[in-house]
C-alpha cells in the first residue's frame, strides 16, 4: 500500500463529504487507503457517509478521544508507505496527492510534507510554513514582532515569511491540516503525542520528526482549508484547550530552560489565554445587551457558475433561502478563468461567494483561480449535483 489518508470528523459531516469527494478524485492512480475516525459525532455523520462511501475505514469512537489520540487508532490500523493526516474541512486538487507522493519519493531524507493552504478567499494561509516555537521564537510571536518584521529571519522565524511561495523549502513545522508522514519516520520517532488533545501535536512532532533526523518540507501544491468548520473556536473549551497545548510543549521539550526565561513565557501563555476568554466574554455580552452590539451583519450575495442543471437546482435553492444571486452557465473548458471574467470593471463593496459547480468544473481549477486572484471579499463555495448541497466558509445550505 502506498498511502493511507487519515481524517478526523466531530460533526462536520458535508464538509467531509467534499473533503472525501476531493480526495477520491485524487487517489485515482494511487495505490490507497482512506479512515474516517469519527470522535462520536452527534450529527450522524457515519451513517450519512456511508451510504455515499462505503469503502471508506470507518472507526466510531464512543467517546470524543480528541485529535492525535484518534489519528493514532487509524495509524496503527493502516499499512501505507505514507500516512497522510487531513483536516476533514479541507479540498485537495485532482493531481496533489499524486505529486506530494512522487516529492516523497524523490526525498528519502524527508520525514513530513505540508502544502501551500488557502483560505476562503484564495489568500495564501501563513501557517502553511512555520518554525519551531522556541522560548525566543515564541516571544516574538506574542509581542507582535513577527507580524511587524515577517521578512526578518529571526524576528518572523514562527511563519517563515521570508520563504519563497512558489518553490519547495525545507520548513520546521508542518501543519496537521494536511500532513504527509514517512511511516519509516513516524516508526523511528513515535506517533502523535496523546497528551495533546488537540492543537500542538503537529508542532511536537515535527520537532521530533527534526531530532530525529528527518527533514520537514513545504511543497507548494494547493489545497482549500476553511480553517476551523471542524473544530468550535468560540467556547471556553477552545481556549483551555489551545493554550493548554502551548504550555504542554513548552515543558515538555523547554522545561529546562532557565528561570529568566521559563517564567516569562509561561506568564505570556496565562496572559495571552487570560485576554483570549475576556475578549470572548466580552463580546458575548454586547451580543446580549444588544444596544451595544454593532451593526447587522450584511448577508452575502452568491455568485452561480455551472451546469445548465446545476443552476436550475441552485436558482431553486436560492429562491427557497431567500439568496441574493446571480447566475452563469459555463465550464472549466469553454470559461477557463471562472469567475474572474465575470468580474471586470466591476466593484465588490459586500461579501461575495461564488460558487461553483464541481461537475463543470475541477478541484484543481477551483484552487487555481482564487489563489491567482485574490479579492478579500471575494469568498469561495461549491455546489455538488450529487448532493444539492451548496459549502462555503459559513454554512451549509440544501
Not at 515577517?150 to 518572523?156: E, F, I, V
Not at 476551523?228 to 484547550?241: D, I, N, P, Q
Not at 489565554?273 to 451593526?295: D, E
Amino acid at each position: 500500500m502506498k498511502l493511507s489518508v487519515i481524517i478526523v470528523n466531530y460533526n462536520v459531516k458535508h464538509y467531509l463529504y467534499q473533503c472525501l469527494d476531493s480526495v477520491y478524485k485524487a487517489l485515482r492512480n494511487i495505490e490507497a487507503e482512506v479512515f474516517v475516525v469519527d470522535n462520536h459525532s452527534r450529527d450522524g455523520s457515519v451513517e450519512y457517509l456511508q451510504r455515499r462511501y462505503n469503502d471508506v475505514n470507518y472507526i466510531e469512537m464512543n467517546h470524543n478521544l480528541g485529535f492525535a489520540r484518534a489519528n493514532n487508532i487509524a495509524i496503527r490500523q493502516s499499512t501505507g508507505d505514507y500516512v497522510l493526516l487531513l483536516n476533514p474541512d479541507t479540498i485537495v486538487g485532482e493531481q496533489t496527492l499524486n505529486k506530494m507522493v512522487s516529492f516523497l519519493d524523490k526525498h528519502p531524507e524527508a520525514g513530513a510534507a505540508g502544502v501551500k493552504m488557502l483560505n476562503a478567499n484564495g489568500v495564501k494561509a501563513k501557517e502553511s510554513r512555520r518554525g519551531i516555537p522556541t522560548p525566543m521564537t515564541a516571544f516574538y510571536k506574542m509581542t507582535g514582532l513577527c507580524n511587524r518584521f515577517p521578512k526578518n529571519k529571526r524576528l518572523g522565524k514562527y511563519y517563515m515569511g521570508y520563504l519563497p511561495w512558489d518553490e519547495a523549502c525545507e520548513i520546521e513545522v508542518v501543519s496537521g491540516a494536511f500532513c504527509m508522514l514517512r511511516r519509516e519516520a513516524l516508526l523511528k520517532v513515535g506517533l502523535l503525542d496523546e497528551d495533546f488533545f488537540m492543537y500542538g501535536e503537529d508542532i511536537d512532532l515535527s520537532y521530533r520528526l527534526l531530532k530525529g533526523g528527518f527533514k520537514n518540507w513545504y511543497v507548494p501544491e494547493t489545497i482549500l482549508h476553511y480553517k476551523g468548520e471542524s473544530t468550535s473556536k468560540s467556547s471556553f473549551r477552545h481556549v483551555h484547550v489551545f493554550y493548554e497545548a502551548m504550555y504542554i510543549f513548552f515543558k515538555k521539550h523547554f522545561g529546562n530552560s532557565s528561570l529568566l526565561i521559563s517564567i516569562p513565557i509561561n506568564f505570556a501563555i496565562y496572559l495571552s489565554a487570560t485576554l483570549a476568554l475576556v475578549k470572548m466574554q466580552t463580546r458575548k455580552m454586547r451580543k446580549a445587551l444588544g444596544f451595544f452590539s454593532h451593526k447587522r451583519k450584511k448577508e452575502p450575495d452568491y455568485l452561480f457558475i455551472g451546469s445548465v442543471a446545476a443552476i436550475t437546482q441552485c436558482r431553486k435553492l436560492s429562491r427557497k433561502k431567500g439568496l441574493s444571486s446571480e447566475f452563469h452557465v459555463g465550464n472549466e473548458k469553454k470559461q477557463p478563468e471562472g469567475h474572474v471574467a465575470l468580474m471586470e470593471d466591476r466593484e465588490v463593496k459586500n461579501t461575495l461567494i461564488v460558487v461553483y459547480d464541481t461537475d463543470s468544473y475541477s478541484y484543481e481549477t477551483i484552487l487555481h483561480i482564487f489563489a491567482e486572484n485574490t479579492i478579500e471579499n471575494v469568498q469561495m463555495g461549491t455546489y455538488n449535483p450529487h448532493t444539492k448541497t451548496i459549502i462555503t466558509l459559513e454554512e451549509v445550505l440544501k
